[in-house]
C-alpha cells in the first residue's frame, strides 16, 4: 500500500480564485493521476504527471484550467484556476504501486466554489 | 475502449442478507478489473482485484467477487451485510498499466 496525503481536505473558496492541491506520498512513484468526482458522480481521469515531463491531460481538460506540477517523484500539485461553481467537487491524487493499473488515493480534496 | 457499467446506483439489503453488486465492462483485451469502497468523507480504498489467474477472488471485509469471461461481468457479492458495509462501491476496469476506468458506482444501504 502507500500512504498518500492531500491538502487542504477542504475548502471553499470564491469563483474567479484559484486554488492548488498539495499531494504528498510516502515513497517514490514514477506515476500520479489526478480525479475529479463531482456531487454524486464517478471519479473522471484529469491528468497524468510523470515526473520531469508535461502532464497527460485527457479529454475534456487543460493545462490553463488544470496546471500540475511534478517537481520530484513523491511530490505533485494540481491548480483548479479561475475557479467557478461546476468546479466544486472532491479532487483525488492516486498513484500506480504494482504497474497492473491498481491505484491507491489520498483522502480527496473537498472544494465547494460560492 | 474499455468501459464500465454497474447496474443499479442505489442497492439496499437489510442486516444480513446476501450482498451482490453487479458490474459489466467492455474490453477488446484481457482486462484487469477492480472493486474499490468510499466510505463517507473518504477516499478509495481497494476492496479486490482480479488481473489473472483463478476468477474467483477473494477481497477485505468478506468480500469476493468472480470473473466471468463468457457474460463479461465481475459482480461482487457477500454473504451476510454487515451496517459497517454501507458506502459506494466503484467498479473498474483497465487494460494491463492503463489508466482506471470506473463505472457509475453503487451506493449500498443495509436495513438494521
Known amino acids: 500500500s502507500a500512504v498518500i496525503s492531500q491538502k487542504p481536505s477542504r475548502d471553499i473558496c470564491q469563483r474567479g480564485t484559484s486554488l492548488t492541491i498539495q499531494c504528498q506520498v510516502d515513497?517514490?512513484?514514477?506515476?500520479m493521476f489526478w480525479y475529479r468526482q463531482q456531487p454524486g458522480q464517478s471519479l473522471t481521469l484529469i491528468a497524468t504527471?510523470?515526473?520531469?515531463?508535461?502532464?497527460?491531460?485527457e479529454s475534456g481538460f487543460v493545462i490553463d484550467k488544470f496546471p500540475i506540477s511534478r517537481p520530484n517523484l513523491t511530490f505533485s500539485t494540481l491548480t483548479v484556476s479561475n475557479m467557478s461553481p461546476e468546479d466544486s467537487s472532491i479532487y483525488l491524487c492516486?498513484?500506480?504501486?504494482?504497474?497492473?493499473?491498481?491505484?491507491?488515493f489520498g483522502e480527496g480534496s473537498r472544494l465547494t466554489v460560492l | 475502449a474499455q468501459s464500465v457499467t454497474q447496474l443499479g446506483s442505489h442497492v439496499s439489503v437489510s442486516e444480513g442478507a446476501l450482498v451482490l453488486l453487479r458490474c459489466n465492462y467492455s474490453s477488446s483485451v484481457p482486462p484487469y478489473l477492480f472493486w474499490y469502497v468510499q466510505y463517507p468523507n473518504q477516499g478509495l480504498q481497494l476492496l479486490l482485484k482480479?488481473?489473472?489467474?483463478?476468477?474467483l477472488v477473494k477481497g477485505i471485509n468478506g468480500f469476493e467477487a468472480e470473473f466471468k469471461k463468457s457474460e463479461t461481468s465481475f459482480h461482487l457479492t457477500k454473504p451476510s451485510a454487515h451496517m459497517s458495509d454501507a458506502a459506494e462501491y466503484f467498479c473498474?476496469?483497465?487494460?494491463?498499466?492503463?489508466?482506471?476506468?470506473f463505472g457509475q458506482g453503487t451506493r449500498l444501504t443495509i436495513n438494521p
Open positions: 482480479y488481473t489473472t489467474g483463478a476468477t
Open positions: 504527471a510523470n515526473q520531469g515531463s508535461e502532464a497527460t491531460y
Open positions: 473498474a476496469v483497465t487494460q494491463g498499466a492503463q489508466k482506471l476506468v
Open positions: 515513497s517514490q512513484v514514477t506515476m
Open positions: 492516486s498513484v500506480d504501486r504494482t504497474a497492473t493499473g491498481e491505484l491507491f
